[in-house]
C-alpha cells in the first residue's frame, strides 16, 4: 500500500538554531497533510496541517512546505528550544473514506543546550 | 477540557485473557479511531467509526473488535490476548475531515 516514510530517524540541534524535518509521501492522490509532535509518555499532539493545494503554511515558529512535484513534506522549526523535544510524525491524507491518516515512522528532534 | 479519555493508562494480561479498552471524547466529535503504536514505530490504524453505531477494520484489525453504541465512546476489546498485542493503543477523534484529537495512550503488555 502506499506509504509516508522520513529521511532521518534522529536528528539533533543546537538550542537557537533552526530545524528541518523532511517526510517523503508516495501517494499522489493525498490532499492533506498534517504534522503531530509526541513527548515521552503522551499522545500525538496537532503542530500544523496543510492541505495540496497550498506550497506553504506558516504557524508560530514553524513552517510547512509541501512539494507535490517530488512528494516532499517538510517542517521548519525556528530557534529550536529544549521543549520542542519530541518524535516528530507527519501524516497524510489520501481522501479515503472516514478521514483516515497514515502516519510516518518518526523523526526523534534532541535539542542540545 | 478532557477532550479524549482512554481508561485503563496500564494494563497487564496473560495470554488469553480478554479485556476493554474504552475512550471517551466531550467534543461532540462523528469520528473516533483506534491506532497501536510499537517501539519505534509511527501509528497504525486498527479500526475507526464515522459515527454512532458504525465500525470499519483499519490497517491491522485482527485480533481486535470494537463496539460504538454512543457517540462520544469507542470501545476497544481483545477476546484472546496474544504477546504480539503488547503495545501502546491511542484513540482519537475527529470531525469529518481534517485533525485528529488522540488521548494519552493505555499501554498495554501481554505476558
Known amino acids: 500500500g502506499e506509504s509516508v516514510g522520513l529521511h532521518l530517524p534522529t536528528l539533533s540541534v543546537q538550542e537557537g538554531d533552526n530545524s528541518i524535518i523532511n517526510c517523503a509521501y508516495s501517494n499522489s492522490a493525498s490532499d492533506y497533510f498534517i504534522w503531530y509532535k509526541q513527548e515521552s509518555g503522551k499522545g500525538p499532539q496537532f503542530i500544523i496541517d496543510?492541505?495540496?493545494?497550498?506550497d506553504k503554511r506558516q504557524g508560530q515558529r514553524v513552517t510547512v512546505l509541501l512539494n507535490k512535484t517530488v512528494k516532499h513534506l517538510s517542517l521548519q522549526i525556528a530557534a529550536t528550544q529544549p521543549g520542542d523535544s519530541a518524535v516528530y510524525f507527519c501524516?497524510?491524507?489520501?481522501?479515503?473514506?472516514?478521514?483516515?491518516?497514515?502516519f510516518g515512522g518518526g523523526t526523534r528532534v534532541l535539542v542540545k543546550p | 477540557n478532557a477532550g479524549v479519555t482512554q481508561t485503563p493508562k496500564f494494563r497487564v494480561l496473560k495470554t488469553g485473557q480478554s479485556m476493554t479498552l474504552l475512550c471517551a471524547q466531550d467534543?461532540?466529535?462523528?469520528?473516533m479511531y483506534w491506532y497501536r503504536q510499537d517501539p519505534g514505530m509511527g501509528l497504525r490504524l486498527i479500526h475507526y467509526s464515522v459515527g454512532e453505531g458504525t465500525t470499519a477494520k483499519g490497517e491491522v484489525p485482527d485480533g481486535y473488535n470494537v463496539s460504538r453504541l454512543k457517540k462520544q465512546n469507542f470501545l476497544l476489546g481483545l477476546e484472546s490476548a496474544a504477546p504480539s498485542q503488547t503495545s501502546v493503543y491511542f484513540c482519537?477523534?475527529?470531525?469529518?475531515?481534517?485533525?485528529?484529537?488522540f488521548g494519552e495512550g493505555s499501554r498495554l503488555t501481554v505476558l
Open positions: 501524516a497524510e491524507n489520501w481522501g479515503a473514506a472516514g478521514n483516515k491518516l497514515t
Open positions: 482519537a477523534s475527529s470531525v469529518y475531515t481534517g485533525e485528529l484529537f
Open positions: 467534543m461532540n466529535h462523528e469520528y
Open positions: 496543510i492541505r495540496s493545494n497550498m
